[in-house]
């Protein structure tokens, strides 16, 4: 028999299948017991539906090699997630209990129970379902059925396996925990042989899917611990920067503003000659005043006039709207001009007066007195230097090339 192999690998099978499961239904906080070098952690970092990501193994040494790939890349600085993620990897037993990883919404467990002996798998078996109880857990183990098609194989896949079941062996434990703590269960696996094979010999990997019951069926969801159990050892912890952050989420408002502000003025610089011109301008499609401006009574009352003396060479869009105005040696470029002008600026603030509010205070940005315009040094801004029609990648496409990487290695 020729030796059998799988394209992806039958690893990668398995995490990717923990990866469409996360895609699908986007839990907020995910466990990985026994995560050993952080593979998987690794890969699901990219997926921001994700809040709380957490790993648990007993061997410490594994997870210190690779825990500092965990941490943000220089793109997560760039462009903040709009929802909060840590990380946190624990040193400890899947047998123990610890209260910091109840109630997540899934927990993985990829090749993990084979490791244990017989009378552990009970207790671990209590600790997830009866005292983790989480909304859903998927369970991967070898299945001894396939072993046959590896015809350089004897004795078990690995030399620390306890046991390896049969897909009846898998099942019959399964079933007897759904009852036991009321869950019920799916299954599938990866890994699959020829296809006139298959029923014979199943999936090489074996996979469960628990979903937990209302309270209304099985055991209760707790297994009667009143104290709270902490066992596990925190090794490494990391928070990501988001938007949920007021900090992170005015230094990207500011970063937005800045950039728009300076854009608005080339185009100023451009329609007088000062710039490049022909195709090398600055070009861009103004947006609906009616679906893009705020009402703001501050601003309609300096836009109808109030307020204008000592403009000089006031600029006005094809539309009727104030682009900018001069007084001595600087520029105003209107901030609700540059709200109207920026879709990301308009869903981070929401709303004019929050974006002033926000940017107000802060020293990279200079308002004037009134709060109706961001003001430019003249020297200054002709010293922009950014690129023209800057392509500004969405982070969700930074995240897939960074993951691309981590695939690659």
């Not at 710039?275 to 705020?294: I, L, M």
Request: some cysteine; glycine content about 8%; hydrophobic content about 35%.
């Amino acid at each position: 028999m020729e030796e059998l192999r799988f394209n992806p690998s039958v690893n990668t099978q398995r995490h990717q299948y923990v990866i469409d499961f996360v895609k699908t239904h986007k839990p907020k906080k995910v466990v990985d017991l026994g995560c050993n070098d952080c593979s998987l952690l690794r890969k699901l970092k990219f997926h921001r539906e994700i809040e709380l990501l957490c790993g648990v193994d007993l061997q410490s040494n594994s997870m210190k090699k690779k825990m500092h790939e965990l941490a943000p890349l220089p793109t997560d600085y760039l462009q903040p997630g709009a929802s909060p993620l840590s990380i946190e990897l624990y040193h400890g037993s899947v047998t123990q209990k610890d209260a910091r990883l109840r109630g997540f919404d899934l927990v993985t467990s990829i090749e993990l129970i084979e490791h244990l002996h017989l009378d552990a798998v009970e207790r671990f078996t209590e600790v997830l379902f009866g005292y983790m109880t989480p909304g859903t857990a998927i369970v991967s183990t070898p299945n001894v059925e396939f072993n046959p098609l590896f015809p350089r194989m004897r004795g078990f896949r690995n030399s620390d396996h306890k046991f390896e079941w049969t897909r009846a062996e898998f099942q019959s434990w399964a079933l007897k925990a759904c009852g036991r703590y009321g869950y019920e269960a799916e299954f599938t696996g990866v890994g699959q042989a020829v296809p006139h094979l298959h029923l014979q010999v199943g999936f090489c990997t074996q996979i469960a899917v628990f979903r937990r019951l209302s309270r209304g069926g099985g055991a209760p969801a707790s297994s009667g611990d009143a104290g709270e159990i902490f066992s596990y050892k925190l090794l490494y912890s990391v928070s990501y920067p988001s938007l949920c952050d007021n900090n992170v989420l005015r230094g990207c408002l500011v970063s937005e503003v800045l950039h728009w502000a300076y854009q608005l003025s080339r185009r100023r610089r451009t329609e007088d000659g000062d710039g490049d011109d022909g195709e090398g301008g600055w070009s861009h499609t103004e947006p609906d005043r009616a679906e893009t401006e705020p009402t703001d009574e501050f601003e309609e009352s300096v836009f109808d006039g109030e307020g204008t003396h000592g403009w000089e060479d006031v600029k006005m869009t094809s539309r009727g709207q104030l682009e900018s105005y001069r007084q001595g040696r600087c520029v105003f470029v209107p901030l609700r001009r540059v709200w109207s002008c920026c879709p990301r600026i308009r869903d981070l603030s929401g709303s004019l007066a929050r974006l002033r509010l926000f940017i107000a205070d802060d020293p990279l940005v200079r308002l004037s007195q009134d709060g109706f315009a961001v003001v430019l040094d003249e020297g200054e801004e002709v010293s922009e230097e950014e690129p023209e029609n800057t392509d500004r990648m969405d982070p969700a496409c930074h995240h897939a090339v960074e993951e691309e990487m981590w695939e690659s290695l």
